[in-house]
């Protein structure tokens, strides 16, 4: 496991790269805003200590965060996010559990395990991230549109990233 | 001791979390204005509800207490209200009269000391020469007719009261302007006399009384009575038994009057009568 730490600090700078640099500028609409960093929660091992989980996932969020002037706003919701992660692993394993030396990605239990993993985990995410911006129920509806239409492009951006893997990781 | 450590072992997961969190909302709150306004505001409301409820319920049992504060605070202002003419301050009310170019200064004062049964009654007024008042000055109540300043101390000033037979005041009948001079008999504290209204005047039983305002003292239109009785007196004028509208046996606080240009015009009348 060790062996996958250089690997793992390597995503974690592109990912931030590419969500600062890339995604940050892009805004469809005013509506749609993915942040594909949630990727790196998604992917670390399930061995992984779940305390080191959220350490983690606190430091990715200030990264983001520090980078995009919204300090606490990222670090909250990847936290909460984290925090569910072990949760969600539990509800959805397959019958036999999760075998070690594997990763929770999307070539080892398939496509349609990977997609509600992801699913549910995106989606806890960005509700969480979008309400804490607006910071009020106003806009209650618009907001949760909003957060629903960007899951959906963050989604499809972790999906396609699984495909990138493919080829080059398999042991 | 060990089991708590392993209680907080087990729950280690969700504390570190809690923890993250609160850490992650507090540099929320305190690096974005936005958030850090709405969380102010929020609390800030929150706080406010539940203190005016608690409010409400304190009040609700502080009642008793609440009742015997203000009952003393009561008898506190009752209290002052009594000292207040006792004390120093002057309640001023200036009247500018336009039409006779006249100012009158008014300042209310309490009777000390009176009397009715003697030929020379004097009032003693509760204020004096620090509260502005000065002889000559007249003395009404309820705008009825009271009497004239005669002197004054430093804080109480004695009154010459209408029932003191040294007092002559301008008087006038108030229907057709004729004029005379007012004085008490020395008998009957309700009456007194006007002379010199000549025999042609209409005059009837009933007939207001008032002041003239020829002299300085008195301005025009102070009530002093009604006419209760007129016989002719020398051939040549009436002699007027007027009843006086104030009672002096129940006289209690008094109006000052100043006349602020009774100088000048004093001062104007000698300087026609040396000329003469």
Known sequence: MIKLLPRYILSFVLL???????????QFSGYINPYIYVLLILVVPFETPKWFLLIIAFA??????????????????????????????????????????????????????????????????????FYIEVFRFTYFFATFARAILSSIFTIILVLISQYFYRKDTRR | MRSLLNFLLRIHFLL?????????????????????????????QFAGNFYTKTTKLKQY?????????????????????????KSDEIFFRSVNDTVLNQRYKYTSARIINNSINKK????????????????????????????????VSKNYATVISVLNLDLRISAKVQKNGYFGSLNWKGEDYQTAVLNEIPLHADIQRGDTIITSGFSTIFP??????????????????????????????RLNNVNVIGNLLQAERKKLEKQADKND
């Open chain 1, 60 to 129: 990715l969020g200030l990264t983001i965060d520090l980078f995009s002037s919204t300090v606490g706003m990222h670090s909250s919701a990847t936290v909460v996010m984290a925090f569910f992660r072990p949760y969600v692993l539990k509800i959805i394993s397959p019958r036999d559990g999760y075998e070690s030396e594997t990763l929770p990605q999307l070539r080892y239990y398939g496509a349609s395990w990977f997609i509600r993993y992801s699913v549910i985990l995106v989606l806890i995410h960005h509700l969480f991230l």
């Open chain 1, 16 to 26: 931030v790269f590419l969500q600062v640099f890339i995604l940050n500028n892009i």
């Open chain 2, 220 to 249: 025009e239109g102070i009530l002093i009575g009604y006419i209760k009785d007129f016989e002719e007196k020398a051939g040549s004028f009436y002699e007027i038994d007027v009843e006086l509208s104030t009672d002096f046996k």
């Open chain 2, 61 to 85: 049992l502080s009642l008793a207490e609440e009742n015997k504060r203000l009952a003393e605070e009561n008898t506190r202002l009752l209290n002052i209200i009594e000292s207040t003419y």
């Open chain 2, 120 to 151: 020379h009654n004097f009032l003693t007024l509760n204020k004096g020469k620090q509260q502005g008042l000065r002889p000559e000055m007249a003395v009404v109540s309820n705008g009825n007719i009271v009497g004239v300043i005669k002197g």
């Open chain 2, 16 to 44: 570190l979390f809690i923890l993250i969190e609160v850490f992650s909302f507090t540099l929320l709150f305190n690096n974005n204005n936005f958030h850090k306004a709405r969380f102010v505001n929020f609390t800030r």
